[in-house]
């Protein structure tokens, strides 16, 4: 359990039951309790001093302190880190030696797990050094989750020469882990859950074009190096700063591709009613992958945000449930954002438009999602008519729109995971 | 064959420590108390526990306290509430 010991609490008593306990009938929740009291049982009893191991240090297997869970869950709970013969120890912070070819060096730190699987650009000093351009390396941002390691400069650095980053980029690479550690962005619980939420880099202002950031056709895909390389960066530091690896840490039950990478850029030449910000500027949204709004035959505002509405809500999404924290980011394709605006809609109205109509009867939120375990407000609570239609974020405010992409008649609904709010940051040099 | 050196892109952890104060002998006259983190099932499992618990090891009292939902930490109050009224308290459970 090294996120216990990387908070300096590795003594801390644990009972482990089978998972999961969601969606178990009486049986199996009956068999879990009496799992858990069978261990407190064996805890109690221990000698003083067993259970306290506190080294608090990390890349270290800890000493057994819980013997006495059954072994057939011991099994499924194993630590794939300290059972793996062939994986090298992957906290060491240490510089190694390896030799300079491109598969070697790929070989070495998949073997250490250190990168995403892709081919990387060696860190070596003299890169990592260029990349900081004259920044103090031991500059602390603070402490990222889930392992609690301490983002500096340098080791940040380290990840975006890996990534494949210019120097250029290195100020905004800096921003978004910033704003990522913000309390509002929540990143513990954007890095841990189950749920496949990555941040979504958002950038504003005359930097992204001086970047070379790609705000149209494609603009989530791949083909520039900017995006590619900026998002790639920020997943490299959450996997080894913040220490999310799948599956340990990182509990993503399916995760998305958008994990690997996901930065783009407001398309501010192409859109009826400016940019979001018109400084250079970088938004984190912790979102799922772009869900797409195909709508090829509206000629008006209410068709095509009828559509946006409409994919802006289904029963699996997280969105609504734990209310206060939702967010909805709708990213308009010019030619749909034209549509809208040739009805004389202004920003504000298309999120008020949203805002109505994304949203779903009381007798559909009932079937399964998140019912019964949802964090709303008193007045929705309350609520008793199964028609009545009820709003998925608080407010208007909570429908970002923004423009981006090239010709066709496609947008995207990005739902926020909901426990995170999007924080926005100015990009100043380091 | 030539060799270079390249940086950990890992990150150092901080090394603060904090004792864990040990558990009881037993839990005869003891209060346990729960954070219910409010994945389901979790307050089922609680109460079978505490009710286990009461039944069969002398717990005088059972607290299951809620966060206001499962990604969010527990309001300071509840730790604190929790950390006077409790002898024990189980933190939580995953999915």
Redesign the interface.
């Known amino acids: 359990m090294s996120e216990l010991g990387a908070l300096g609490i590795s003594g801390l008593p644990l009972v482990m039951i089978e998972h999961p306990l969601g969606g178990e009938r009486s049986e199996g929740i009956s068999r879990r309790a009496r799992q858990a009291v069978e261990q407190l049982k064996s805890l109690l009893t221990q000698p003083p001093g067993a259970s306290t191991t506190l080294t608090g240090e990390i890349g270290r297997a800890e000493p057994a302190r819980v013997s006495s869970r059954p072994p057939s869950i011991q099994a499924g709970l194993t630590d794939p880190a300290t059972t793996n013969p062939a994986t090298t120890n992957p906290a060491t912070t240490s510089p190694v030696t390896v030799n300079d070819t491109p598969e070697a060096v790929l070989a070495a730190f998949c073997e250490r797990e250190w990168c995403d699987g892709l081919p990387i650009v060696p860190p070596t000093e003299e890169r990592v050094r260029t990349m900081l351009g004259g920044a103090p390396a031991d500059r602390s941002l603070g402490a990222m989750p889930p392992l609690w390691r301490v983002a500096t400069l340098d080791k940040l650095a380290v990840n975006a020469v890996m990534a494949g980053c210019e120097p250029a980029y290195f100020p905004l690479v800096v921003t978004a882990v910033q704003a990522m550690l913000e309390p509002a962005f929540n990143l513990y619980g954007v890095q841990a859950t189950t749920h496949p939420v990555a941040p979504l880099l958002i950038v504003h202002g005359p930097i992204a074009a001086e970047l070379g950031l790609h705000a149209g056709s494609g603009c989530f895909g791949p083909g520039f190096r900017a995006n590619a390389t900026i998002g790639r960066a920020i997943r490299l530091i959450l996997m080894n700063v913040g220490g999310a690896w799948p599956g340990r840490h990182d509990m993503a039950t399916q995760g998305s591709p958008a994990k690997f990478s996901y930065c783009i850029a407001e398309r501010a030449d192409a859109s009826p009613w400016g940019a979001l910000h018109d400084d250079n500027r970088v938004t984190v949204f912790g979102g799922e992958p772009p869900h797409n709004v195909n709508d090829h035959v509206s000629t008006t505002a209410a068709g095509i945000l009828a559509t946006v509405a409409d994919t802006a809500v289904s029963l699996g999404s997280n969105v609504g449930w734990y209310f206060s924290q939702s967010q909805l980011l709708i990213v308009l394709g010019p030619e749909h954002a034209q549509t809208i605006a040739n009805d004389g809609f202004s920003r504000a109205d298309v999120q008020r438009f949203v805002f109505e109509h994304a949203r779903l009867p009381l007798r559909t939120l009932k079937l399964g999602g998140m019912w019964g375990i949802q964090d709303w407000p008193r007045w929705m609570n309350a609520v008793t008519d199964d028609d009545a239609l009820l709003p998925q974020v608080p407010s208007p405010e909570d429908v970002m729109v923004m423009v981006a992409g090239g010709p066709g008649k496609h947008s995207a609904v990005v739902p926020n995971c909901t426990f995170s709010r999007a924080v926005s940051r100015p990009i100043r040099p380091i | 064959?030539?060799?270079?050196?390249?940086?950990?892109?890992?990150?150092?952890?901080?090394?603060?420590?904090?004792?864990?104060p040990?558990?009881?002998?037993?839990?005869a006259g003891r209060t346990v108390g729960f954070i219910d983190n409010?994945?389901?099932?979790?307050d089922?499992?609680a109460d079978?526990?505490g009710a286990?618990?009461s039944a069969?090891?002398g717990v005088k009292a059972v607290i299951r306290r809620r966060k206001?939902?499962?990604?969010?930490p527990a309001a300071p109050e509840i730790l604190a509430g929790l950390a006077k009224d409790c002898d024990v308290v189980?933190a939580g459970?995953?999915?």
Do not use: C, W, Y
Not at chain 2, 38 to 42: G, L, Y
Not at chain 2, 68 to 72: F, G, H, L, V
């Open positions: 064959m030539t060799r270079i050196r390249v940086l950990s892109p890992v990150g150092v952890a901080s090394s603060d420590t904090l004792s864990v040990p558990l009881p002998q037993s839990l409010r994945k389901a099932n979790f089922r499992l079978e526990i286990i618990l069969e090891h206001a939902n499962a990604a969010t189980f459970s995953a999915d």
